[in-house]
T-cell receptor
Framework: GAVVSQHPSRVICKSGTSVKIECRSLDFQATTMFWYRQFPKQSLMLMATSNEGSKATYEQGVEKDKFLINHASLTLSTLTVTSAHPEDSSFYIC??????????????FGQGTRLTVV | DAKTTQPPSMDCAEGRAANLPCNHSTISGNEYVYWYRQIHSQGPQYIIHGLKNNETNEMASLIITEDRKSSTLILPHATLRDTAVYYCIVQDNFNKFYFGSGTKLNVKP
């Protein structure tokens, strides 16, 4: 399957600072990327959908000013958690979809980023 | 919102077939059923997907009922490394994946 890489895999930051997470599709062009958040012992919760070159669409209840998403190219999307607080500590996962080889619906997931805000 | 319901957990003996059921009674005619699994603290791994026909690949088989209201994922010879949470997902018309609570499969020696 296709490879989606997230960076960093783990990050610890101080409360009030911002953290950027990168999501790259390494061997295909991702027309759409998705960002999820997962709290311990819970399922993945879809936060937002980003299409290359356009603004992200956020799921209900997700603050767009707090979780800034940029999808400037077909291989890179970034999620910035602004003014992070301890309650933002979570496992953040991206997925990428698109590319003629794999069809336009299948999605591949990154390995996730563990964010801890202290 | 997730359109699927799955049992919270299942046990399977190593070497035996694991059959994981999923109900998706509100599925629309052009919506695909996808299966992913997540091993602890990793991103979900794609397993298989289908629309109406049964599908098989090197990892698993997917059996979809004729009315498409339910499906079963079959791991033919489960190993300890197949212990994971398995998610059955109906992809919506905007290509989004909404995860339900999944089934925790415990493969035991």
């Amino acid at each position: 399957g296709a490879v989606v890489s997230q960076h960093p895999s783990r990050v610890i930051c101080k409360s009030g600072t911002s953290v950027k997470i990168e999501c790259r599709s390494l061997d295909f062009q991702a027309t759409t990327m998705f960002w999820y958040r997962q709290f311990p012992k819970q399922s993945l919760m879809l936060m937002a959908t980003s299409n290359e070159g356009s603004k992200a669409t956020y799921e209900q209840g997700v603050e767009k000013d707090k979780f800034l998403i940029n999808h400037a190219s077909l291989t890179l999307s970034t999620l910035t958690v602004t003014s992070a607080h301890p309650e933002d500590s979570s496992f953040y996962i991206c997925s990428a979809s698109g590319g003629a080889i794999y069809g336009n619906t299948e999605a591949f997931f990154g390995q996730g980023t563990r964010l801890t805000v202290v | 919102d997730a359109k699927t319901t799955q049992p919270p957990s299942m046990d399977c003996a190593e070497g035996r077939a694991a059959n994981l059921p999923c109900n998706h009674s509100t599925i629309s005619g052009n919506e695909y059923v996808y299966w992913y699994r997540q091993i602890h603290s990793q991103g979900p791994q794609y397993i298989i997907h289908g629309l109406k026909n049964n599908e098989t690949n090197e990892m698993a088989s997917l059996i979809i009922t004729e009315d498409r209201k339910s499906s079963t994922l079959i791991l033919p010879h489960a190993t300890l490394r197949d212990t994971a949470v398995y998610y059955c997902i109906v992809q919506d018309n905007f290509n989004k994946f909404y995860f339900g609570s999944g089934t925790k499969l415990n493969v035991k020696p």
